[in-house]
T-cell receptor, first 114, second 118 residues
Framework: DTGVSQDPRHKITKRGQNVTFRCDPISEHNRLYWYRQTLGQGPEFLTY????????KSRLLSDRFSAERPKGSFSTLEIQRTEQGDSAMYLC????????????FGAGTRLSVL | GENVEQHPSTLSVQEGDSAVIKCTYSDSASNYFPWYKQELGKRPQLIID?????GEKKDQRIAVTLNKTAKHFSLHITETQPEDSAVYFCAASPANYINTGTASKLTFGTGTRLQVTL
């Protein structure tokens, strides 16, 4: 499968715990996006990387959230001290340079905070 | 920032009929408008997109129209089939259609659940 890969697909955690998700973009896509999707809603933008540089962050990304893309390839999204309101599907997308912003999505990581 | 509204939230059509989903956007800087199809438990898949330099685009049974003056765009599906049943999302972005490498976030609508009945 040469599409965007996300791991894990599902994560159940207790409130207050830290969680980390991983996204592997399509090979040679230098742009990587994180979105959050709650039930019945469209994806909401969280943050965006061009290569290893984090260029934009949404106000939705509180100080409990941190994202990295250390070598410009895969990315991680960490949520510290999870809250029940963090329960959602976390989607990753990638886009090639010069691709006119066509974004290809992964299947997402579904987080449930108990 | 950009705000995208999508209607209707649910749509039920009989197999073979046409389906139309409408979206409006607020930011006049937006010039890239993709449509995604999301089946239950699966990733959003790009089905068609349109840029502001064209008014209409077709791909087999799917077409998208754009009215920049009114700031609205629509998805048209003809000869619907049961496999068209899914949630459809519109989105808007101020990406540069000249393909110079500008990239930007997508702002999505709230989705339309399309049900195609036999």
């Amino acid at each position: 499968d040469t599409g965007v890969s996300q791991d894990p697909r599902h994560k159940i955690t207790k409130r207050g715990q830290n969680v980390t998700f991983r996204c592997d973009p399509i090979s040679e896509h230098n742009r990587l996006y994180w979105y959050r999707q709650t039930l019945g809603q469209g994806p909401e933008f969280l943050t965006y990387f061009q290569n290893e540089a984090q260029l934009e962050k949404s106000r939705l990304l509180s100080d409990r959230f941190s994202a990295e893309r250390p070598k410009g390839s895969f990315s991680t999204l960490e949520i510290q001290r999870t809250e029940q309101g963090d329960s959602a599907m976390y989607l990753c997308a990638s886009s090639p340079y010069g691709g006119g912003n066509i974004q290809y999505f992964g299947a997402g990581t579904r987080l449930s905070v108990l | 920032g950009e705000n995208v509204e999508q209607h209707p939230s649910t749509l039920s059509v009989q197999e073979g009929d046409s389906a139309v989903i409408k979206c409006t956007y607020s930011d006049s800087a937006s010039n890239y408008f993709p449509w995604y199809k999301q089946e239950l438990g699966k990733r959003p898949q790009l089905i068609i997109d349109i840029r502001s330099n064209v008014g209409e685009k077709k791909d087999q049974r799917i077409a998208v129209t754009l009215n920049k003056t009114a700031k609205h765009f629509s998805l048209h599906i003809t000869e619907t089939q049961p496999e068209d049943s899914a949630v459809y999302f519109c989105a808007a972005s101020p990406a540069n259609y000249i393909n110079t490498g500008t990239a930007s976030k997508l702002t999505f609508g709230t989705g339309t659940r399309l049900q195609v009945t036999l």
